[in-house]
């Protein structure tokens, strides 16, 4: 996988993507931040050497590399999940391309569905910390140095500064912000009733199909990071309704303007 890394990070670094400072993963319904991009190159993740394609058709699979608040950023418009049929290396390859270019801060952002009954669908969820449920890991298989250790500790695994950046702003454009703990399950099908009340009992806020496997990753290359949610269903067991996938999209697009808001101002800051 290393010489996979380092030939992509090469053909990107070709195709002028030089000096990024600040990745940014893009979930479920939340692509416009890329419309705040002062847009320099944009390529589709099938030129890119050893990409994944993005299969879901809410994911645009694209790279976007420019300028957000006077920082160089570089943006993937659409994200790759397990339940895709990719394994958890080709599903966080993009993360240790973004180390290797130079990224110094990773923003993720997802959808994911609410079993705090105390808050509301819309609401936005900032990690403090996950639950891994998901049966496999990124870092299972032979030790590659240059990643880091495959040991990796994660009794911090989002950034404490980025995190305090993001409460602050969020009080400053009065923006709600929840704090909690996500839990990454495989999908793609939703949650029975059953389940959603294991998940609860088991300490979770949210649960969702992504995010884990790049923050494990992230955090075995030092690459600080921090996750917000946006909740996009009420997962209550006792008072459970079908969703319908359009519904997720539309409440995503509908929070997504706060989410952006949040993710500009942490831009700026940085």
């Known amino acids: 996988m290393l010489e996979q890394v380092k030939e992509t990070t090469a053909f990107l670094k070709d195709k002028g993507i030089t000096a990024p400072k600040i990745g940014v993963i893009l979930g479920t319904g939340l692509g416009d931040l890329v ?4 847009v320099e190159i944009s390529i589709d993740y099938k030129e890119i050497p050893n990409f994944p394609l993005a299969t879901i058709e809410f994911h645009h ?33 993009p993360v240790r391309v973004m180390k290797f270019l130079g ?23 900032l990690l403090t910390d996950h639950i891994n449920l998901q049966p496999e890991n990124p870092l299972r298989g ?15 695994p989002y950034s404490s500064d ?25 999908g793609p099908n939703l949650e029975t009733r059953a389940e959603y009340k294991f998940l609860r009992n088991a300490g979770a806020d949210v649960v969702g199909m992504s995010t884990v496997p790049e923050v494990i ?16 269903d009420e997962c209550d067991p006792d008072n459970l309704h079908p969703v319908d996938i359009q519904d997720i999209i539309n409440t995503a697009k509908t929070a997504e303007k706060r989410l952006i808001q949040l993710y500009k101002h942490l831009i700026k800051e940085l």
């Open 35 to 38: 419309n705040e991009i002062d």
């Open 61 to 93: 699979g694209k790279l976007i590399y420019g300028k957000l608040g006077g920082k160089q950023v570089l943006a993937m418009q659409g994200r790759f999940h397990y339940y895709e049929g990719y394994t958890m290396q080709q599903v966080t390859f």
């Open 103 to 125: 990224v110094e801060q990773l923003l993720i952002s997802n959808a994911a569905g609410g079993m705090n009954l105390d808050w509301q669908k819309g609401e936005l969820m």
């Open 142 to 156: 032979v030790n590659i140095p240059e990643f880091g250790p495959i040991f990796t500790d994660m009794s911090a």
């Open 162 to 186: 980025l995190n305090s950046k993001l409460i602050d702003i969020a009080a400053r454009e009065s923006i709600t912000l929840r704090e909690g703990v996500y839990v990454a399950v495989a």
């Open 217 to 232: 990753v992230a955090n075995q290359m030092e690459l600080p990071c921090c996750a917000v949610s946006v909740i996009t």
